[in-house]
Each structure stands twice: as C-alpha cells, then as structure tokens.
C-alpha cells in the first residue's frame, strides 16, 4: 500500500496506483486553528471537529499554501495604500483607499463571525478614469519578496501523510477582483487596451514572484487561481485565450522548468475553454464541476484530455452539504467510475468547495465519510 504522499505523486507523474487519491479540497487544505477563541473563526465550533479530524486521518492530504510575502527594498507601496479596519453589528468592514494621480480610489468589504469569507462592498475601481489612475501607481508598489521556508516546514511537519500545493493567483484574478462583475466584464469586452496594461502591470511582479517561487520550491504541485474570471458566460472563448492564456501560460511553463506541476482552478463551465487549458500544458485541473454547475460531463473530459492532465473533481459543493447520503453516494459513484475510465494521467476524487458556516450537519459528514469510503474501495 502507499503512503498518502506517494499516492499523490504517483498520480501528477502518471504513474500507478493503488486507488483513486481523496482529497476534501479546502477541508485539510486550510490547516485553521479549532482551538483558537476568534469569533470570526467558523472552525472552532463543535460541528467542525469531526470533520477536520477525518480529513487529517483518512485523506490524502493536499495543503494549500500562497508562499509568504515581504515587501522588498524598493516596496512603495505605503505611499499610495491605506487600510483602516473598524467593527460594526459583530462584523468587521476594512476600507482600503488608493491615493494616486489627483484621485482617491476605495473598496470595502465585510467579514462576518458566522460564516468564513469575506463579502466586497465596493470596489477599487469604478469607472476608466479610476483604470487610468491605478495604472500611474509605481510597479515598485506591488513588488515582494517570497519566502518558501514556510513552506518546507509545512512539508516536513505534513510528512507522508501528503504534499504541500504552492497557492497562487495570476494576473486575471488579480484585475478582474479590482472591479464589481459587471464593470469587469464590460471593461475587458470594451476597453481591450486598457484591460491588457492592467494584466500586464500586475503579470510581471505575479510572473516574477513564480519564478522564485518555483526556482526556490521545486517540484511541487501547484494551484493557479483565477481562470474562470475569463470563462462563459462572463467572456467569450475568444478572450479567454487573449486574457487567460497570454499570462498565465508562462506561469505554466516556469513551475515546469523546474520540476513541478501546474493545476489550472476554474469553477463553472469548462467545454469551450478546455482546448486552451491544454493548449498552455497544464498538469491537473480542477474541479470539472458537473452539470447543471458546469457543462461538461467528467468521462467526457477523461476521454479527450486525461492522457495529460490529472483531473480533480467532480463532486458539487451543494450536493454534498444538501443530497440525502443515499443519493450522494450515487453521484460519488459515478464520479469514480467516469474519472477512472480508461486510460489517463490520473484522477483526485475531490468537492468544488466546502461548508462556509459554523454548522456541519450529520448527513454532510457521512457524506465526507461516503467519499473517503468508496475511494479507498476503488480500484487503481
């Protein structure tokens, strides 16, 4: 039998293995501390004890890690960003502002103790003229200085129980939160010029922090977030390739060069966007959710693409906190069945998302245990 560790490697490398690898995705992935009294902390209540607990003992564990960040010698970035925090009604609202070409720029947003993510109220940019101004602030304001010896000690404190997944985002992520949805897709549609500086402005210290990264951690899988910003409905195909692919396929091709894995993040609808994916190498993709989420049905993607890409999915977050046990059993049934289908790379039995709140239901976690069940019953 393997190690958890050597599952997972076993499977990036498309070698063989025992069983299909389990993984609850951000349930083991975030390592939250239960012990710790913050309110804003969902993780310490009883519900969630069992499950942390399960995931830590039974899954093959993948921990999702962003290396950590300094501001270098020439950081600027206090000369132009303010953040003030303040609590009101239990919940806490940090305002960000950004002095910069005779103009204030402000976002907003909102973290309640009851539930573990955090709602944008307002964003950082409103109109062109906001564009305009964010592009004169000094590149020198977003560069850092990775670390990665967290990240060895999370390596060795995880031992054979699994790997550690350097977590980053690329440049669409990092512009397209910059503004509401609907100004977002309205800019890229419309202002492609201007959309393509903000890309750029942000490419180059996000490509530069993957190099380091990459050159000082390698040969670990990674998790690339931000690829379904460009996905229907929200851009056409098209411009998926021009926003998307222009700037995050060098990301692949660097974790590559030395010795790692890339795995691309896009929730939702994959079918027109898949031939990009492939056509920038990338290692793994997640989650593949299945329709009516998303809109391609994991034995289908296995069969066109898992000779070279590791597949993660393809459970839905929603069926597993709200189907019967008996039901979801079925849907984790067929997800194996299809993700093992004839030959490919290798596949992770793996949910889109997890609980956000403080209650974990008795069903969802026999639905947790269900995965982990027939995981461990299925053949290699």
């Known amino acids: 039998m393997l190690t958890r560790r050597e599952r997972l490697m076993a499977t990036l490398r498309g070698g063989a293995v025992d069983r299909p690898a389990v993984n609850f995705h951000e349930v083991g992935g975030w390592t939250p501390d239960p012990d710790d009294p913050d309110p804003f902390n969902v993780y310490n209540a009883p519900d969630w004890q069992p499950l942390l607990e399960l995931a830590e003992a039974e899954t093959d564990l993948i921990r999702m890690c962003p290396p950590t960040l300094t501001p270098a010698p020439d950081n600027c970035r206090h000369d132009f960003f303010r953040h003030e925090t303040h609590m009101d009604g239990g919940s806490r609202f940090t305002r960000t502002t950004v002095t910069v070409a005779g103009r204030t720029l402000a976002s907003l947003t909102r973290q309640d103790p009851d539930v573990a993510t955090t709602w944008t109220l307002e964003h950082l940019l409103k109109d062109l003229d906001d564009v305009r101004a964010y592009l ?51 800019v890229a549609m419309t202002e492609g010029g201007l959309f393509h500086a903000l890309l750029e402005k942000h490419a180059r210290p996000i490509h530069a922090r993957c190099e380091q990264v990459a050159r000082d951690f390698p040969g670990h899988l990674w ?40 795995r691309i993040h896009s929730h939702g609808r994959l079918k027109n966007i898949l031939p990009h994916i492939a056509a920038m190498g990338a290692d793994a993709l997640d989650p593949i959710e299945p329709p009516p989420q998303g809109d391609v049905e994991l034995v289908d993607v296995r069969r066109a693409y898992g ?69 461990k019953g299925c053949k290699g």
Do not use: W
């Open 136 to 186: 004169e602030i000094p590149d020198e304001a977003f560069h850092y200085d990775c670390d990665v010896a967290p990240l060895r000690t999370r390596e060795r404190e995880l031992g054979d129980a699994g790997i550690v997944m350097v977590d980053m985002e690329d440049p669409i992520c990092t512009v397209a939160s910059l503004f509401s949805m609907s100004d977002y897709t309205v």
């Open 223 to 262: 998790r690339l977030v931000g690829s379904e910003y460009a996905s229907e409905p929200y851009l056409p195909p098209r411009l998926y390739e021009e926003y998307v692919v222009r700037y995050t396929a060098p990301m692949v091709k660097i974790i590559q060069t030395y010795g790692g894995f890339a």
């Open 307 to 375: 000779r070279d890409m590791v597949l993660f999915g393809n459970l839905e977050a929603a069926d597993l906190e709200n189907l019967p046990p008996a039901d979801f059993e079925k849907k984790v049934e067929q997800a194996l069945r299809e993700g093992t289908a004839g030959s490919g790379r290798g596949f992770v039995l793996m949910p889109s998302a997890c609980p956000y709140g403080r209650t974990v239901t008795p069903e969802t976690l026999e639905n947790y245990t269900t995965m982990v069940r027939l995981a």
